[in-house]
């Protein structure tokens, strides 16, 4: 939302640096729980499925290219909705993958 916002001028590239780079670190933190928690419980296929996104997290935090420059957000506007749009598509898939698995193993027991 505030890449959008700031794609029609509604709010400074500060600000909307500012509001992007609060919840990226919580958001890296939360899946590499999450993926740790899966290994831990023995629910392998989903901590696969968690894999490639905790593997481009960390890869992006390695290098340093995590949180959002204010001088440079607006030439990697385009760039970082598609990011962010891929990542929303792939966490709703997650949940709903996680959804299934919940209602096919309450299904069995019945």
Do not use: Q
């Amino acid at each position: 939302m505030c890449l959008a916002d700031l794609e029609f001028d509604y709010i400074n590239p500060y600000d909307s640096s500012t509001r992007i780079n609060r919840v990226i670190l919580p958001e890296y933190i939360t899946e590499g729980v999450l993926c740790t928690f899966l290994l831990i419980t023995g629910h392998w296929c989903m901590s696969l499925f968690c894999g490639p996104y905790l593997y481009y997290n960390v890869k992006l935090y390695m290098r340093k290219n995590h949180l959002v420059d204010v001088t440079e957000i607006f030439n990697m506007l385009h760039k970082e909705k598609k990011i962010r749009l891929f990542k929303l598509f792939y966490l709703v898939f997650l949940l709903f993958l996680s959804i299934f698995c919940v209602w096919n193993s309450l299904w069995r027991v019945n």
